[in-house]
């Protein structure tokens, strides 16, 4: 078998002898422990229905729903508990019943279920969202987590629920990103309303598929009574080893979640759990030597690289390389051409530069072919491997007169390696460590009900990074080929040398935040808030390991910013709620791993965001329909400083619109709309931006395959709004869902995303085509058995996902998977 995932469901079976007998033996396998007799007869009979299991106040249902319908508190907004509806921002969530009716097994299919989330390749791992355009960022029961750029795919199996929050953060959640975050809330113990489990519930599913997918997975969830107290638990195990699509490319990953919820006293309650995700795959950077002929029939451009592996270790090394062109094979600009004009950007480049200065650059035995989507850049020796682990660590006092005070303690640690033959190394090894405390105090009037919060936290971050990009070459690889000695670069990961950047340092943000929502009873609803981060930072290099000489080795410094929040809305007749929010965020700009340059240190490394958004919600039909509509208006007030790869200093203005129905307890129909306009401010400001040209690029030079085997570079000239649009983001998007249940025990469901044409990098010389996305499932149920089968672009849809617009999106492009299918059997208890 070729993997292992597992899963589990809160719908009981009839027998209860069944459930408790199932959950005591999955308990074993989950805890690797044996059980005795006496042991098993205790757990089951401590799996009983306790008083705990009374539901702690009253919980709206509305059958059909799946639980898509915003009737229930969410409180990873504002921290508040209120439903969507009554919260004044652009948001959404995702239950797990969605998930498992729909099919979706990755951040890309979210994008059917909540406006904003149309998501670019990041090298074709599935880590993070962009949320309006921008990269987004991914929080862990609303916590910040450390970024995820192309790492690690968000197990999306795992989650009771997404969120999904569009602009900036609250303040009581600290500095944060200016397009949003996914906010992961693990499966717990507890179910709506906080009431623990009646009883012990689990499920055991296998999913093949396509491609040799294979996935298992296990879930068991239930109540104890131990020491007089009462504790809910939450296992959770999944284990894959699947094939893929394409070439050179697998998945191996184990996935292990536990959640556990213990009453200590009436007033006390500690939650605490964690996640460990070992991933074994490849990134994968899709097509080079990309054209539009490419794009539109397959047409490729063949051709081989010179060699330059003079030692002949299979491998070309950074000193092989600078042996035959001092400098490199990147080419800046024109400027050692024969009959230079001394221009940086792409039109400069002639025929000449290639067959006098440059021919180490030229390719030999050239011709065409029709490439298939099957063979992208990903090589046989490639790896991705990324070991995460994520505890959590809550204790909660209910006071009297509605005072609660909660102290919530959480780690995140990442370690990884990413490994591309075609010259691109990455290493991290990072943690974070967040102590945060809430004090919340409500109180009820004649006139409304009015709450409030006060946050003190320390959040200390740990880096030790090093990445090697200076001597990325996609094109010296023929696809039809796979990697020969002449395109195999040797990575500073193999050898511990040639690093760009190698840094190691530590960051601590002593934050302070306060909140307060006034709640009228005609009405009008005020949410206030403000919040002050002050962190310091140290870093330095190792230049020992490097392959360049840094204007500065070390750096300690300190920086702070503001961030506020103003919001208000008011009920209206009929269901509607108008609102608008302004507000201000400040960023803490970092690095793939969490990294602050010693540069970045010593001039300064916080931005901030503003956030303007108006719009209105609304509810009826007894809550079975929900529908919203917002205009915004989201930029970085200052934009010098960015990360091109997960922070960058851009403005947003877009319009968002969803609206779900419950039409009955068998239909449930959703639909969005999306416009998003995303332009680079530092692009703009300074009217250019650097990046790798592409063959589309080079107006001037007849012939690619002169200097395919290398990378010219420069600037693109950024004069208008126009050119300063951030490629691979569509204009409009379109997507609609539907799911029927039939009474029988069968069900129906479907997607449509409709995608507008994008340009594929920011020079806007290739145009990807715009399509239609079609997704199917259906489902059996029939005693504790259920069966499903989902089809992926049901249509056979051909189309392409943007890969890294700024820098690479002229020279690369990730073709997208063909039709492909997916079967499960699932055995609830």
């Known amino acids: 078998m070729k993997t292992l995932a597992c899963s589990v469901s809160t719908m009981p079976h009839d027998s209860k002898l069944v459930r408790r007998t199932g959950v005591a033996i999955l308990l074993s396998l989950l805890c690797g422990t044996a059980l005795t007799a006496p042991a098993f007869a205790q757990q089951t009979m401590a799996a009983a229905p306790t008083a705990s299991a009374q539901q702690e106040g009253p919980d709206v249902v509305v059958t059909g729903s799946l639980d898509a319908l915003p009737v229930k508190d969410v409180g990873s907004i504002f921290g508040f508990d209120k439903t969507l509806v009554e919260t004044p921002r652009s948001a959404s969530t995702i239950s797990d019943e969605q998930i498992e009716r729909f099919g979706i097994t990755d951040i890309y299919d979210l994008v059917a279920q909540s406006p904003g989330t149309f998501t670019n390749s990041f090298f074709g791992v599935g880590g993070a969202l962009d949320i309006r355009g921008t990269p987004g960022e991914t929080y862990f029961r609303g916590v910040r987590r450390l970024d995820n750029a192309g790492n690690y795919p968000t197990p999306i199996a795992a989650a009771d629920r997404i969120d999904i929050v569009r602009g900036p953060a609250s303040p009581i959640y600290g500095p944060s990103k200016t397009g949003g975050y996914l906010n992961f809330v693990p499966k717990s113990a507890r179910v709506a309303g906080g009431a623990l489990l009646s009883g012990p519930t689990g499920e055991v599913s296998y999913t093949g598929g396509s491609w040799d997918r294979n996935n298992l997975r296990a879930e068991v969830r239930g109540p104890l009574h131990l020491a007089g107290a009462d504790l809910g638990y939450s296992l959770y195990a999944e284990v894959e080893d699947s094939g893929s699509y394409y070439r050179n490319m697998s998945t191996k990953q184990t996935i292990l979640q536990g959640a556990f919820d213990h009453k200590l006293t009436d007033d006390i309650r500690v939650e605490f759990g964690g996640q460990y995700q070992n991933f074994k795959g490849q990134q994968n950077g899709g097509w080079n030597r990309l054209t539009q002929k490419l794009v539109d029939n397959g047409t490729y451009i063949t051709g081989t690289a010179k060699p330059l592996d003079t030692n002949g270790d299979g491998q070309i090394s950074q000193g092989e390389i600078n042996a035959a062109v001092p400098g490199g094979l990147s080419i800046f600009g024109n400027f050692t051409c024969p009959n230079s ?17 440059y021919p180490q650059l030229n390719l030999i035995n050239t011709g065409t072919t029709t490439l298939s989507r099957r ?54 090894k990072s943690y974070v460590i967040e102590d945060k405390i809430v004090i919340a105090k409500s109180i009820k009037t004649d006139i409304g009900k009015f709450s409030g919060q006060f946050s003190p936290s320390v959040r200390y971050v740990n880096f030790n990074y090093g990445d090697d990009f200076n001597y990325e070459y996609f094109h010296r690889v023929d696809l039809t080929q796979s990697y020969t000695p002449a ?146 208006k989201q930029n970085r007030t200052d934009f010098n400083i960015q990360s091109i790869t997960v922070n960058q200093a851009v403005e947003t203005k877009g319009v968002e619109a969803e609206a779900r129905w419950a039409v009955d307890r068998h239909l449930l129909l959703t639909g969005a709309y999306t416009h998003t306009e995303v332009v680079n401010l530092t692009g703009l400001q300074t009217g250019s931006l650097f990046s790798f040209f592409g063959i589309q690029d080079l107006v001037n030079v007849s012939d690619p395959t002169l200097y395919l085997g290398g990378q010219p570079t420069g600037l693109i000239p950024i004069k208008t709004r126009d050119q300063a649009r951030r490629a691979g983001i569509p204009a409009n998007l379109y997507s609609a869902t539907a799911t029927y249940g039939f009474d029988n025990g069968l069900s129906l469901s479907g997607s449509v995303v409709k995608v507008d044409s994008v340009f594929s990098g920011q020079s806007q010389a290739v145009r990807l085509p715009g399509y239609t996305l079609v997704d199917l499932s259906s489902s059996y149920q029939t005693g504790p058995w259920l069966f499903r089968v989902v089809v992926k672009n049901a249509t056979n849809a051909r189309y392409f996902r943007a890969n890294f617009t700024e820098l690479f999106g002229s020279t690369i492009v990730l073709p997208e998977r063909p039709r492909s299918f997916l079967a499960s059997a699932v055995y609830k208890f």
């Open 341 to 357: 004009t001394f221009s940086p950007f792409a039109a400069g480049f002639t025929n000449a530069c290639f067959t006098q200065t």
């Open 375 to 428: 063979d992208v850049l990903t090589g046989p020796n490639d790896k991705l491997e990324n070991k995460q682990t994520t505890l959590y660590y809550d204790i909660t006092f209910d006071g009297p007169n509605d005072l609660t005070v909660k102290n919530q303690l959480f780690f995140d640690h990442t370690q990884n390696i990413n490994n591309n033959d075609y010259g691109f190394a990455q290493r991290v």
């Open 487 to 632: 395109s195999n670069r040797l990575l500073a990961t193999e050898c511990n040398c040639g690093y760009t950047d190698r840094v190691f340092g530590h960051t601590t943000d002593y934050g302070l935040a306060a909140l307060v929502d006034l709640d009228f009873n005609f009405g009008l609803d005020l949410l206030l808030g403000g919040r002050y981060d002050k962190v310091d930072a140290s870093s330095r290099y190792d230049p020992t390991v490097m392959d360049r000489v840094p204007t500065r080795t070390s750096a300690k410094g300190s920086d702070d910013g503001w961030s506020w929040t103003a919001s208000a809305s008011y009920k209206l007749p009929f269901g509607l709620i108008p609102y608008a929010t302004a507000s201000q965020q400040a960023t803490i700009v970092v690095g793939q791993g969490a990294e602050v340059l010693p540069e970045a240190v010593a001039s300064g490394f916080m931005s901030t965001s503003r956030l303007y958004e108006g719009g209105v919600k609304g509810s009826w039909l007894n809550e079975k329909l929900y529908a919203a509509l917002s205009v915004y």
